[in-house]
């Protein structure tokens, strides 16, 4: 009889630990398949409770064709009346809802247009890879469409209308907590990661999940988050899990729609009548900014207290005061 321990079986044992390292890398290789599947299923289901986005805003709603995207935008007021441009700032989840709580009552007085930026709210999203410089051009060629309108902008935005403000006739310019940078340094890995199927898709919705949506908001965006109904929180929620969604945003994460300007030196070089309006409690664009901008460039600027990046959101009657003087000059 055979011993176990004859030479047969020795050479067995020999091999186990390459038979265990092949086990070993075939268990990873079936986890990380079952992961990205697990992830993929989570991306489906996400995708199907997201139901068609509509406007945020009421009014007539209209279509700008521009480079072969549908951009959409809400207008309302007499036509007759002046122009009065409202450009949204850039998030995940952003949309030209932000002036959900000015819209109506400024078109009392203006005829209001309100644009969804290119790859965000009810305007089309292709899958590019979106730029400051692109996101410069479209606002120029949106502004120049209009007769001499005043423009409110806000954070990442406004940076993009002072970089074209020479080129346009601008009645009067009102910026929202300015700034020149809405992310990081440009991280070209970043952005092609969340720009990815699947696994990208899946990080995108962590970022755009409710508690995720709750946080940033609580973090820098309201001073109150009691003024943010859930309503609200709902309608970010779906326009961050719409088709293509991820793709404006993943440049944003990523830094590549950081506009290459100084904003002092802008500012300055501005014709129009410009008004900063500045939340108190701003801490990302903090308001010492806004005091070295309005000095360096000796223009107005508009402190309302207990808010952050939102002041026309949380207090909506101060602010109609500030823009209905603003606009005035």
């Known amino acids: 009889m055979r011993s176990w321990c004859g030479p047969a079986n ?20 079936g986890g990380l398949a079952a992961g990205v599947g697990a992830v ?33 935008y809400a207008e309302a007021g007499d036509p007759d009346d002046p122009d009065l441009v409202l450009l949204s ?55 120049a ?25 601008l009645r009067s310019l009102v910026l929202i907590c300015p700034t020149e940078r809405g992310g990081p340094d440009r991280n070209l890995l970043l952005r092609e990661l969340l720009r990815s199927p699947v696994v990208g898709e899946g990080v995108f919705n962590l970022l755009a999940s409710k508690p995720s949506i ?6 820098h965006g309201y001073y109150d988050t009691d003024r943010v109904t859930e ?12 088709p293509n969604a991820r793709y404006a945003p993943a440049s944003f994460i ?25 939340g108190r409690e701003a801490d990302i664009t903090p308001l010492r900014r806004g005091r070295d901008l309005a000095e360096a460039a000796d223009c107005r600027l508009v402190v309302v207290d207990d ?7 949380e207090f909506p009657e101060r602010v109609l005061e500030v823009l209905a003087d603003a606009l005035e000059r």
């Open 254 to 278: 990523s830094g590549f729609l950081n506009a290459d300007i100084d904003l002092k030196a802008e500012l300055s070089g501005v014709d129009a009548p410009v008004t900063l309006l500045w």
């Open 40 to 72: 993929a299923l989570a991306n489906v289901t996400l995708r199907e409770r997201a139901s068609a986005l509509a406007p945020a805003l009421d009014g007539s709603q209209r279509t700008f064709e521009w480079r072969d995207i549908d951009v959409q």
């Open 231 to 242: 309503e609200w929180i709902d309608y970010e929620w779906q326009t961050a899990h719409q």
């Open 307 to 313: 808010a952050k990046l939102l002041p026309h959101v």
């Open 145 to 169: 469409a209009f007769d001499s309108p005043a423009v409110v902008a806000s954070s990442l935005t406004s940076a993009y209308v002072l970089d074209v403000a020479g080129d346009l006739d």
């Open 89 to 143: 700032g850039i998030n995940a989840a952003g949309s030209s809802g932000e002036y959900r709580e000015v819209f109506g009552d400024l078109a009392a007085d203006h005829h209001v247009i309100a644009p969804d930026l290119p790859g965000f709210g009810t305007s089309e999203r292709p899958p590019l890879r979106y730029s400051a410089s692109l996101y410069t051009e479209f606002v120029r060629d949106f502004l």
């Open 10 to 29: 020795a050479s067995t044992l020999k091999s186990l630990p390459a038979i265990s390292a092949r086990m070993n890398r075939k268990s990873l290789v």
């Open 214 to 219: 709750r946080y940033f908001n609580a973090d």
